[in-house]
């Protein structure tokens, strides 16, 4: 993937996701498990910063930079070898290429003035087979090593660092472990941990048998209950391949690309996983896990001399260079097409039953090693697809034969080589053929008429904007980005070099206007190494799956003897015996409480009114960019229009505008803007449960130069929003609810915890509505309608109470110099709005809730559970809602880290206590249903029992002050005061009441609220046919036929 890829996604306003190994989940699932976890955590007072500003003249560059003037190529350091100095100005940062002179391993260093640091060693990883090798060798290196031999060292750093991202993951050829920290003995304390988990690992039998898989009775106290499969891995795949996106993409990769490791499932496939053995996990790592196959990599502003040494003495001192057999051969080309058919489960959330099959057609392009070709194939793939002025957009999504684009559309940089994928999901079996002309036609028309000038400006413009527009997770984004080419032999700092790619790329289009033209020949239609992949639902899909696990049980049990299975019944009550243990992580570093700053970092805001309307200001260094933010409240909207809201939301920016057409809008969009955000926005009042604001959110953001032009598209589409266009309507509402439904089987947590509250809270109540199974059914409902008139004309109404100036309030955030010619720009935007403005009203309202119990199971067909129970809990600024936040997540490390994922197997697992004000369990592709809500009911009795320690305490206020204090970019300052009305004075004391909380608070709120008291509870589960909710009365069943 080219850099400037990845500064796209860090650009974008709004993101849909496609299946990639790498999946970064959402705060809802922090401490789901090794390898897919994302962690916000604390700056500490030592060395804690704001984020920085990165100024335009390099000339004034900071100290992170200067120090790499001293270096010199050819120069050595502590055992490496300085073979290139890079400095790229137009991200503000310069790069040092270094090699290990007696292992071969790479290193590179990128310096800038971010005190967010980013560590990472990754490695050449290539399965040949779909055992899932790469990825539970990912897993269980975690799980304890040679100088950290305390189980599971990754999960306790957790709550012992002050990193702001850890993470580990598998892709499609290598293995990253990653992690940031803005502290520098922190950094070296995660370094030192990272180093002998990955070199240095134990790789236990009992680790691979919890992490991998095993043989164990379902019932690991009861020697005559059945033999089954288990295993974090075994069961997270099961989750994984039930959703038909990532099927879908991965059936693709593996027949386009069916020579070698690309043709395996790297991830694993559960009917294959129990065909690997410990000491096959144990070669792998042998072979793979090498310095000399090793590609090192840090960011930031701390000193590269300590880094290098760190590395040498700990690791690479300790070894010889071999030569790893771990290279990637070329595909070797096809002569002809190829096609295949695959299989899916029937989805009972599709709108259109009759409308389950998905087609594309993957192009094998060139190596991804190749700078300008990449970025030369990334432009054509973001013309081809890309928006609603794009042709295949306008060829296969306007023509409302399916419900969205397929899975894997668009250009993948995931494998050596690369490849570019296009067609629909949603549509008829019979309409395959239809699809397959149409997207021949499609690339024979691009030949013949080329792109719009336009066009190719509104992708330079976004490359623009993507330098100067700054993220907390610059130095992570990178590595993503470096990271595929590098793995393959490409020099990095080549990627790095955005102007001199984008100047190049000019020039060759001044020369040569048809270029792009040839390239969609060469590419495309004289490419015969393409492969059409159709994918049908089938009826008994998921029982086949079924029949095939029980087959594969059955072999390996049918030949155990007696003693076979008794050794199997005493291996899982042994394996149970180790998970209950109390480990002593004292081998492992840490960090104190001490660490952490007494007082927040304070932002200045300031108001004024501008035409009726508050407006919050908040002056920053945003280098060149205006970000704009709106509120309108939803206090005056009926309550039967409540439902409709997020579909308009979806859709109100993409109907066109004023004199604009959809297509014309979304060009002008590209080419000012950033993007136009709209979502839905409910937030509880700090101080009490029952004051809820309902509202839109409006967002975007432009360079200072096209302010005026941005607040004109605002402009267009508050005051003529074209709400009439049925066929481009029926569109959208194919393509939103086609989302929802494959948000389900990667979400299914959110969902399950969002219904477990609904009956708890007036917001919990609004969230459900607005984003949880009620939208998802509703949204379902709507595409089903052959009429969408009457939809439109509820849209319609929608508009009149949120469209004007009497429900806003709006906020600013922009560089000193420009602060007052962007409050001009957005004075007279407001005053040409219809209504008088609220002034300083507050749209808090109270709502009137009476709480119930409820039980809902929402049978659907996947092989894992999403399981969530609430209990009714306290507003923000409640004197319990720090030891109950807490305590929440010392029950998620302590206790249903071992009890949910350990033993029972689910993918993870974990307690809340969010601002919705109920206090929250949920699980994550788990394969209990009944045991885990025992788990939580054994959870709260636990903590009134306080078996933990203080140093147990003392880990869960690191780990909570995590959210408290993640870095925040200029864009967001002020943003939790103007979007939650928590402002800094509130937001000091939830920090002192953090700092304050003791054991006896903690068991105090214990008993209060979670065992003795008589709070409201709520229960939901996601997932297939369960006997105990069919045999307990108390629960509501929900199947979609």
């Not at 940089?413 to 149409?438: D, H, M, R, W, Y």
């Not at 997540?889 to 206590?913: C, D």
């Not at 002020?974 to 979007?979: C, E, N």
């Amino acid at each position: 993937m080219c850099v400037y890829f990845v500064l796209l996604k860090m650009l974008k306003t709004t993101n849909k996701n496609v299946f990639r190994v790498v999946r970064e989940l959402n705060e809802n699932v922090k401490h789901l498990g090794k390898g897919y976890t994302f962690h916000n955590k604390l700056r500490p007072s030592n060395n804690r910063c704001n984020f920085r500003l990165y100024t335009a003249n390099f000339a004034s560059a900071v100290p992170a930079i200067k120090r790499i003037e001293s270096f010199k190529p050819g120069q050595q350091i502590h055992g490496f070898t300085v073979q290139k100095i890079v400095e790229v100005p137009e991200l503000y940062l310069s790069a040092v290429k270094l090699s290990h002179d007696a292992t071969g391993a790479e290193l590179l260093h990128v310096a800038r003035d971010d005190c967010n640091n980013v560590f990472s060693v990754a490695f050449r990883t290539t399965p040949m087979d779909s055992t899932g090798v790469s990825h539970i060798l990912e897993h269980t290196t975690l799980c304890g090593s040679e100088k950290y031999p305390c189980r599971d060292p990754f999960f306790k750093m957790l709550n012992r660092s002050l990193s702001t991202f850890m993470n580990a993951f598998t892709g499609s050829d290598y293995t990253a472990y990653p992690f940031s920290t803005q502290n520098s003995t922190d950094f070296s304390n995660l370094m030192s941990v990272y180093l002998d988990a990955t070199f240095f690992p134990k790789l236990q039998q009992q680790d691979f048998r919890q992490e991998g898989w095993r043989l164990e009775n379902e019932n690991n106290q009861d020697s005559t209950s059945p033999i089954i499969f288990k295993g974090v891995v075994y069961n997270e795949m099961k989750g994984a391949m039930a959703s038909s996106d990532s099927l879908f993409a991965m059936h693709s990769q593996n027949k386009l690309l069916p020579n070698h490791t690309y043709s395996h499932n790297s991830g694993g496939d559960p009917s294959c996983i129990p065909d690997l053995t410990w000491q096959q996990l144990k070669q792998f790592h042998a072979s793979h896990y090498h310095p000399s196959n090793a590609r090192f990599y840090t960011y930031g502003d701390l000193p590269l001399e300590d880094n290098l040494r760190q590395i040498n003495e700990q690791v690479l001192s300790r070894f010889g260079k071999i030569q790893p057999d771990t290279t990637v051969p070329d595909e070797p080309r096809w002569t002809e097409p190829r096609e295949a058919e695959v299989y899916c489960a029937v989805d009972p959330m599709a709108a259109d039953p009759n409308k389950q099959t998905t087609i594309s057609v993957s192009y094998l392009l060139a190596s991804i090693t190749d700078p300008f070709e990449s970025f030369t194939a990334s432009v054509l793939g973001s013309l081809l697809v890309s928006g609603p002025t794009s042709p295949f957009y306008k060829a296969l999504i306007e023509a409302n034969i399916g419900s969205d684009y397929a899975p894997n559309v668009g250009y993948d940089t995931s494998t050596k080589e690369a490849s570019f994928s296009i067609g629909l999901q949603g549509i008829a079996n019979e309409n395959v053929a239809k699809v397959k002309e149409i997207i021949k036609k499609t690339f024979q028309q691009v030949v013949k008429e080329g792109f719009e000038d336009q066009r190719i400006e509104a992708i330079l413009h976004k490359i623009e904007l993507s330098q100067k527009h700054q993220t907390t997770s610059f130095g992570l984004g990178l590595m993503m980005a470096l990271l595929p080419s590098w793995n393959h032999g490409s020099d990095p700092t080549d990627q790095l070099k955005i102007n001199e790619i984008v100047t190049a790329f000019k020039r060759s289009l001044e020369e040569n206007p048809a270029l792009l033209q040839e390239k969609v020949k060469e590419y495309f239609l004289n490419n015969p190494h393409h492969l059409t992949l159709v994918m049908k639902p089938q009826e008994d899909y998921q029982q086949n799956l079924d029949d095939l696990e029980i087959k594969k049980t059955n072999d390996f049990s049918s030949n155990l003897s007696v003693e076979d299975k008794k050794k199997i019944f005493e291996d899982g009550i042994q394996l149970a015996s180790e998970q209950s243990k109390v480990d002593d992580p004292s081998c492992l570093p840490t960090l104190a409480i001490s660490d952490v700053d007494r007082n927040i970092m304070r932002t200045t805001i300031d108001y004024q009114i501008l035409n009726g309307v508050s407006v919050q200001q908040c002056i920053q260094p945003t280098n060149g960019v205006v970000y704009f933010n709106a509120i309108t409240s939803l206090h005056t909207l009926p309550n039967d229009l409540l439902i409709y809201v997020p579909l308009f939301s979806s859709v109100i920016t993409q109907m066109g505008a004023g004199n604009m057409s959809f297509h014309e809008i979304s060009q002008q969009e590209d080419l000012k803007t950033g993007g136009l955000g709209v979502h839905t926005h409910i937030c509880q009042h700090p101080d009490s449960i029952h004051k809820v604001e309902k509202g839109i959110m409006l967002s975007s953001y432009c360079l200072d130069n096209n302010t005026e032009e941005m607040f004109k598209l605002w402009h267009d589409i508050f005051l003529r929003p074209k709400l009439e266009d049925v066929d481009r309507f029926t569109t959208l509402v194919r393509m939103n609810a086609s989302d929802l439904a494959m948000s389900l089987s990667n979400s299914g947590h959110s969902y399950a915890m969002s219904a477990a509250q609904s009956h708890l809270s007036p917001v919990s109540h609004f969230n459900e509505i607005l984003g949880g199974m009620k939208q998802v059914m509703f949204l379902k409902s709507i595409a089903e309608l052959k009429d969408l008139n009457p939809v439109l004309q509820k849209l319609q109404q929608v508009a009149s109470h949120v469209l004007c100036t009497e429900n806003m309030r709006c906020a600013l955030n922009a560089s000193p110099i420009f602060m007052d010619t962007a409050s001009l720009h957005l004075e007279r935007f407001l005053s040409q709005l219809p209504g008088d403005g609220a002034g300083q009203t507050s749209f808090m309202q109270e709502n009137p809730f009476t709480t119930t119990k409820q039980k809902l199971h929402y049978e659907l067909p996947f092989p894992v559970n999403y399981i969530s129970h609430a209990i009714e809990g306290i507003p923000f600024n409640h004197e319990d809602f720090a030891s109950l936040r807490l305590l929440a997540r010392l029950m998620s490390t302590k206790f249903l880290h071992r009890e949910i994922r350990e033993k029972g197997g689910a993918y993870g697992s974990g307690a809340l206590m969010g601002t919705s004000g109920n206090f929250t369990f949920y699980s994550y592709r788990d394969p209990n249903s009944e045991k885990t809500l025992d788990a939580f009911k054994k959870c709260c009795e636990w903590a009134v029992d306080a078996s933990y320690l203080d140093q147990d305490i003392d880990e869960a206020k690191l780990s909570v002050f995590s959210s408290v204090d993640s870095p925040t970019a200029p864009s967001s300052k002020g943003m939790r005061h103007f979007k939650n009305h928590v402002s800094d004075d509130v937001y000091q004391n939830h920090r002192q009441q953090l700092l304050g909380v003791t054991r006896d608070d903690m068991v105090r709120v214990a008993k209060s609220y979670l065992v003795n008291g008589d709070k409201m509870n709520g229960t939901a589960l996601l997932g297939p046919d369960n006997e105990m909710t069919k045999n307990e009365h108390s629960w509501i069943i929900h199947k979609e036929e």
